[in-house]
Nanobody, 130 residues
Framework: QLQVVESGGGLVQPGGSLRLSCTSSGRPLEFHSIAWFRQAPGKEREGVSCINAPGGSTEYVDSVKGRFTISRDHRKNMVDLQMNSLKPEDTGVYYC???????????????????????WGQGTQVTVSS
């Protein structure tokens, strides 16, 4: 059984940076589509970014383009989300999710259908506030 674990959340001032990390136990993340989701208080969960299994294809929601970067390192069994120029509206609980296989990344209209992701972490809180 694959278990997903996130880390790296915290409190940061507007304009600051955070790096979230996702890893796994039980099975490696290497052959799985991975996505980062977030949920702000009182709002629905939304997809933020996703990456395919080889790591060569990435997507971002419009609100984070140019500020967030997703990457993965198979040797370290890690998928990271580098978040720069953070805004208060980036506040929320961030979840790393792994799909079964790599098909989720190529789904239409985008890779952010949460039903495609079978394995979820417990979430890590990101708070952007002065």
């Amino acid at each position: 059984q694959l278990q997903v674990v996130e880390s790296g959340g915290g409190l940061v001032q507007p304009g600051g940076s955070l790096r979230l990390s996702c890893t796994s136990s039980g099975r490696p993340l290497e052959f799985h589509s991975i996505a980062w989701f977030r949920q702000a208080p009182g709002k629905e969960r939304e997809g933020v970014s996703c990456i395919n299994a080889p790591g060569g294809s990435t997507e971002y929601v419009d609100s984070v383009k140019g500020r967030f970067t997703i990457s993965r390192d198979h040797r370290k069994n890690m998928v990271d989300l580098q978040m720069n120029s953070l805004k208060p509206e980036d506040t929320g609980v961030y979840y790393c999710a792994a799909a079964e296989g790599d098909d989720a990344h190529y789904s239409k209209p985008n890779c952010y259908n949460p039903d495609l992701y079978k394995y979820w972490g417990q979430g890590t809180q990101v708070t952007v506030s002065s």
